[in-house]
């Protein structure tokens, strides 16, 4: 006598959380419009990595995102122009013919993550640091001009 056995899926945390992660972005920006226009952070990204925290504070915008697995040598954070952008560059395990994954999951790749920046923020004092695979990335807000008074008559 044979038992059938009935097998459920599997699904990885990624393929459960993505649904979730596309409806609380999809909520964010309906709730809050334009702040990516406000602020100049297009972070609303679709399976983008690395996730990242966008942290709007009263005198700075800061990026947090976790990266394991790097070095500091391993990530570089470019600005050119008005765009900033995560570059990481992960190597890749010499591939052996004789193991046979039964699931993979982990992220072997190069990538680059692009933030648009606008004219709220002061671009020159930038700063990064990057400690056990989490880099935080600070950009100071420019101070508001002050209205200008013209006298016209």
Partial sequence: MTQSVKQTP???REEFLTPFDSLFDN???K???TFGQEFGIEFFGNNSYPKVD?????NKITIEAEIPGLSKDDVSVELEEDILSIVGNKHT????P???YVRRELKRSSFKRSFKLN?????KNIKADFNNGVLLISIPKKEPEKPKKVKIL
């Avoid at 966008?54 to 009263?58: C, E, K, L």
């Avoid at 395990?93 to 052996?96: E, G, I, L, P």
């Fill in 27 to 29: 909520v964010i920006q």
């Fill in 54 to 58: 966008v942290i709007d504070h009263s």
């Fill in 93 to 96: 395990k010499q591939q052996n």
């Fill in 119 to 123: 004219g709220s923020l002061e671009l």
């Fill in 10 to 12: 599997v699904f990885s």
């Fill in 31 to 33: 709730a809050f419009p």
């Fill in 98 to 100: 004789d193991i046979k």
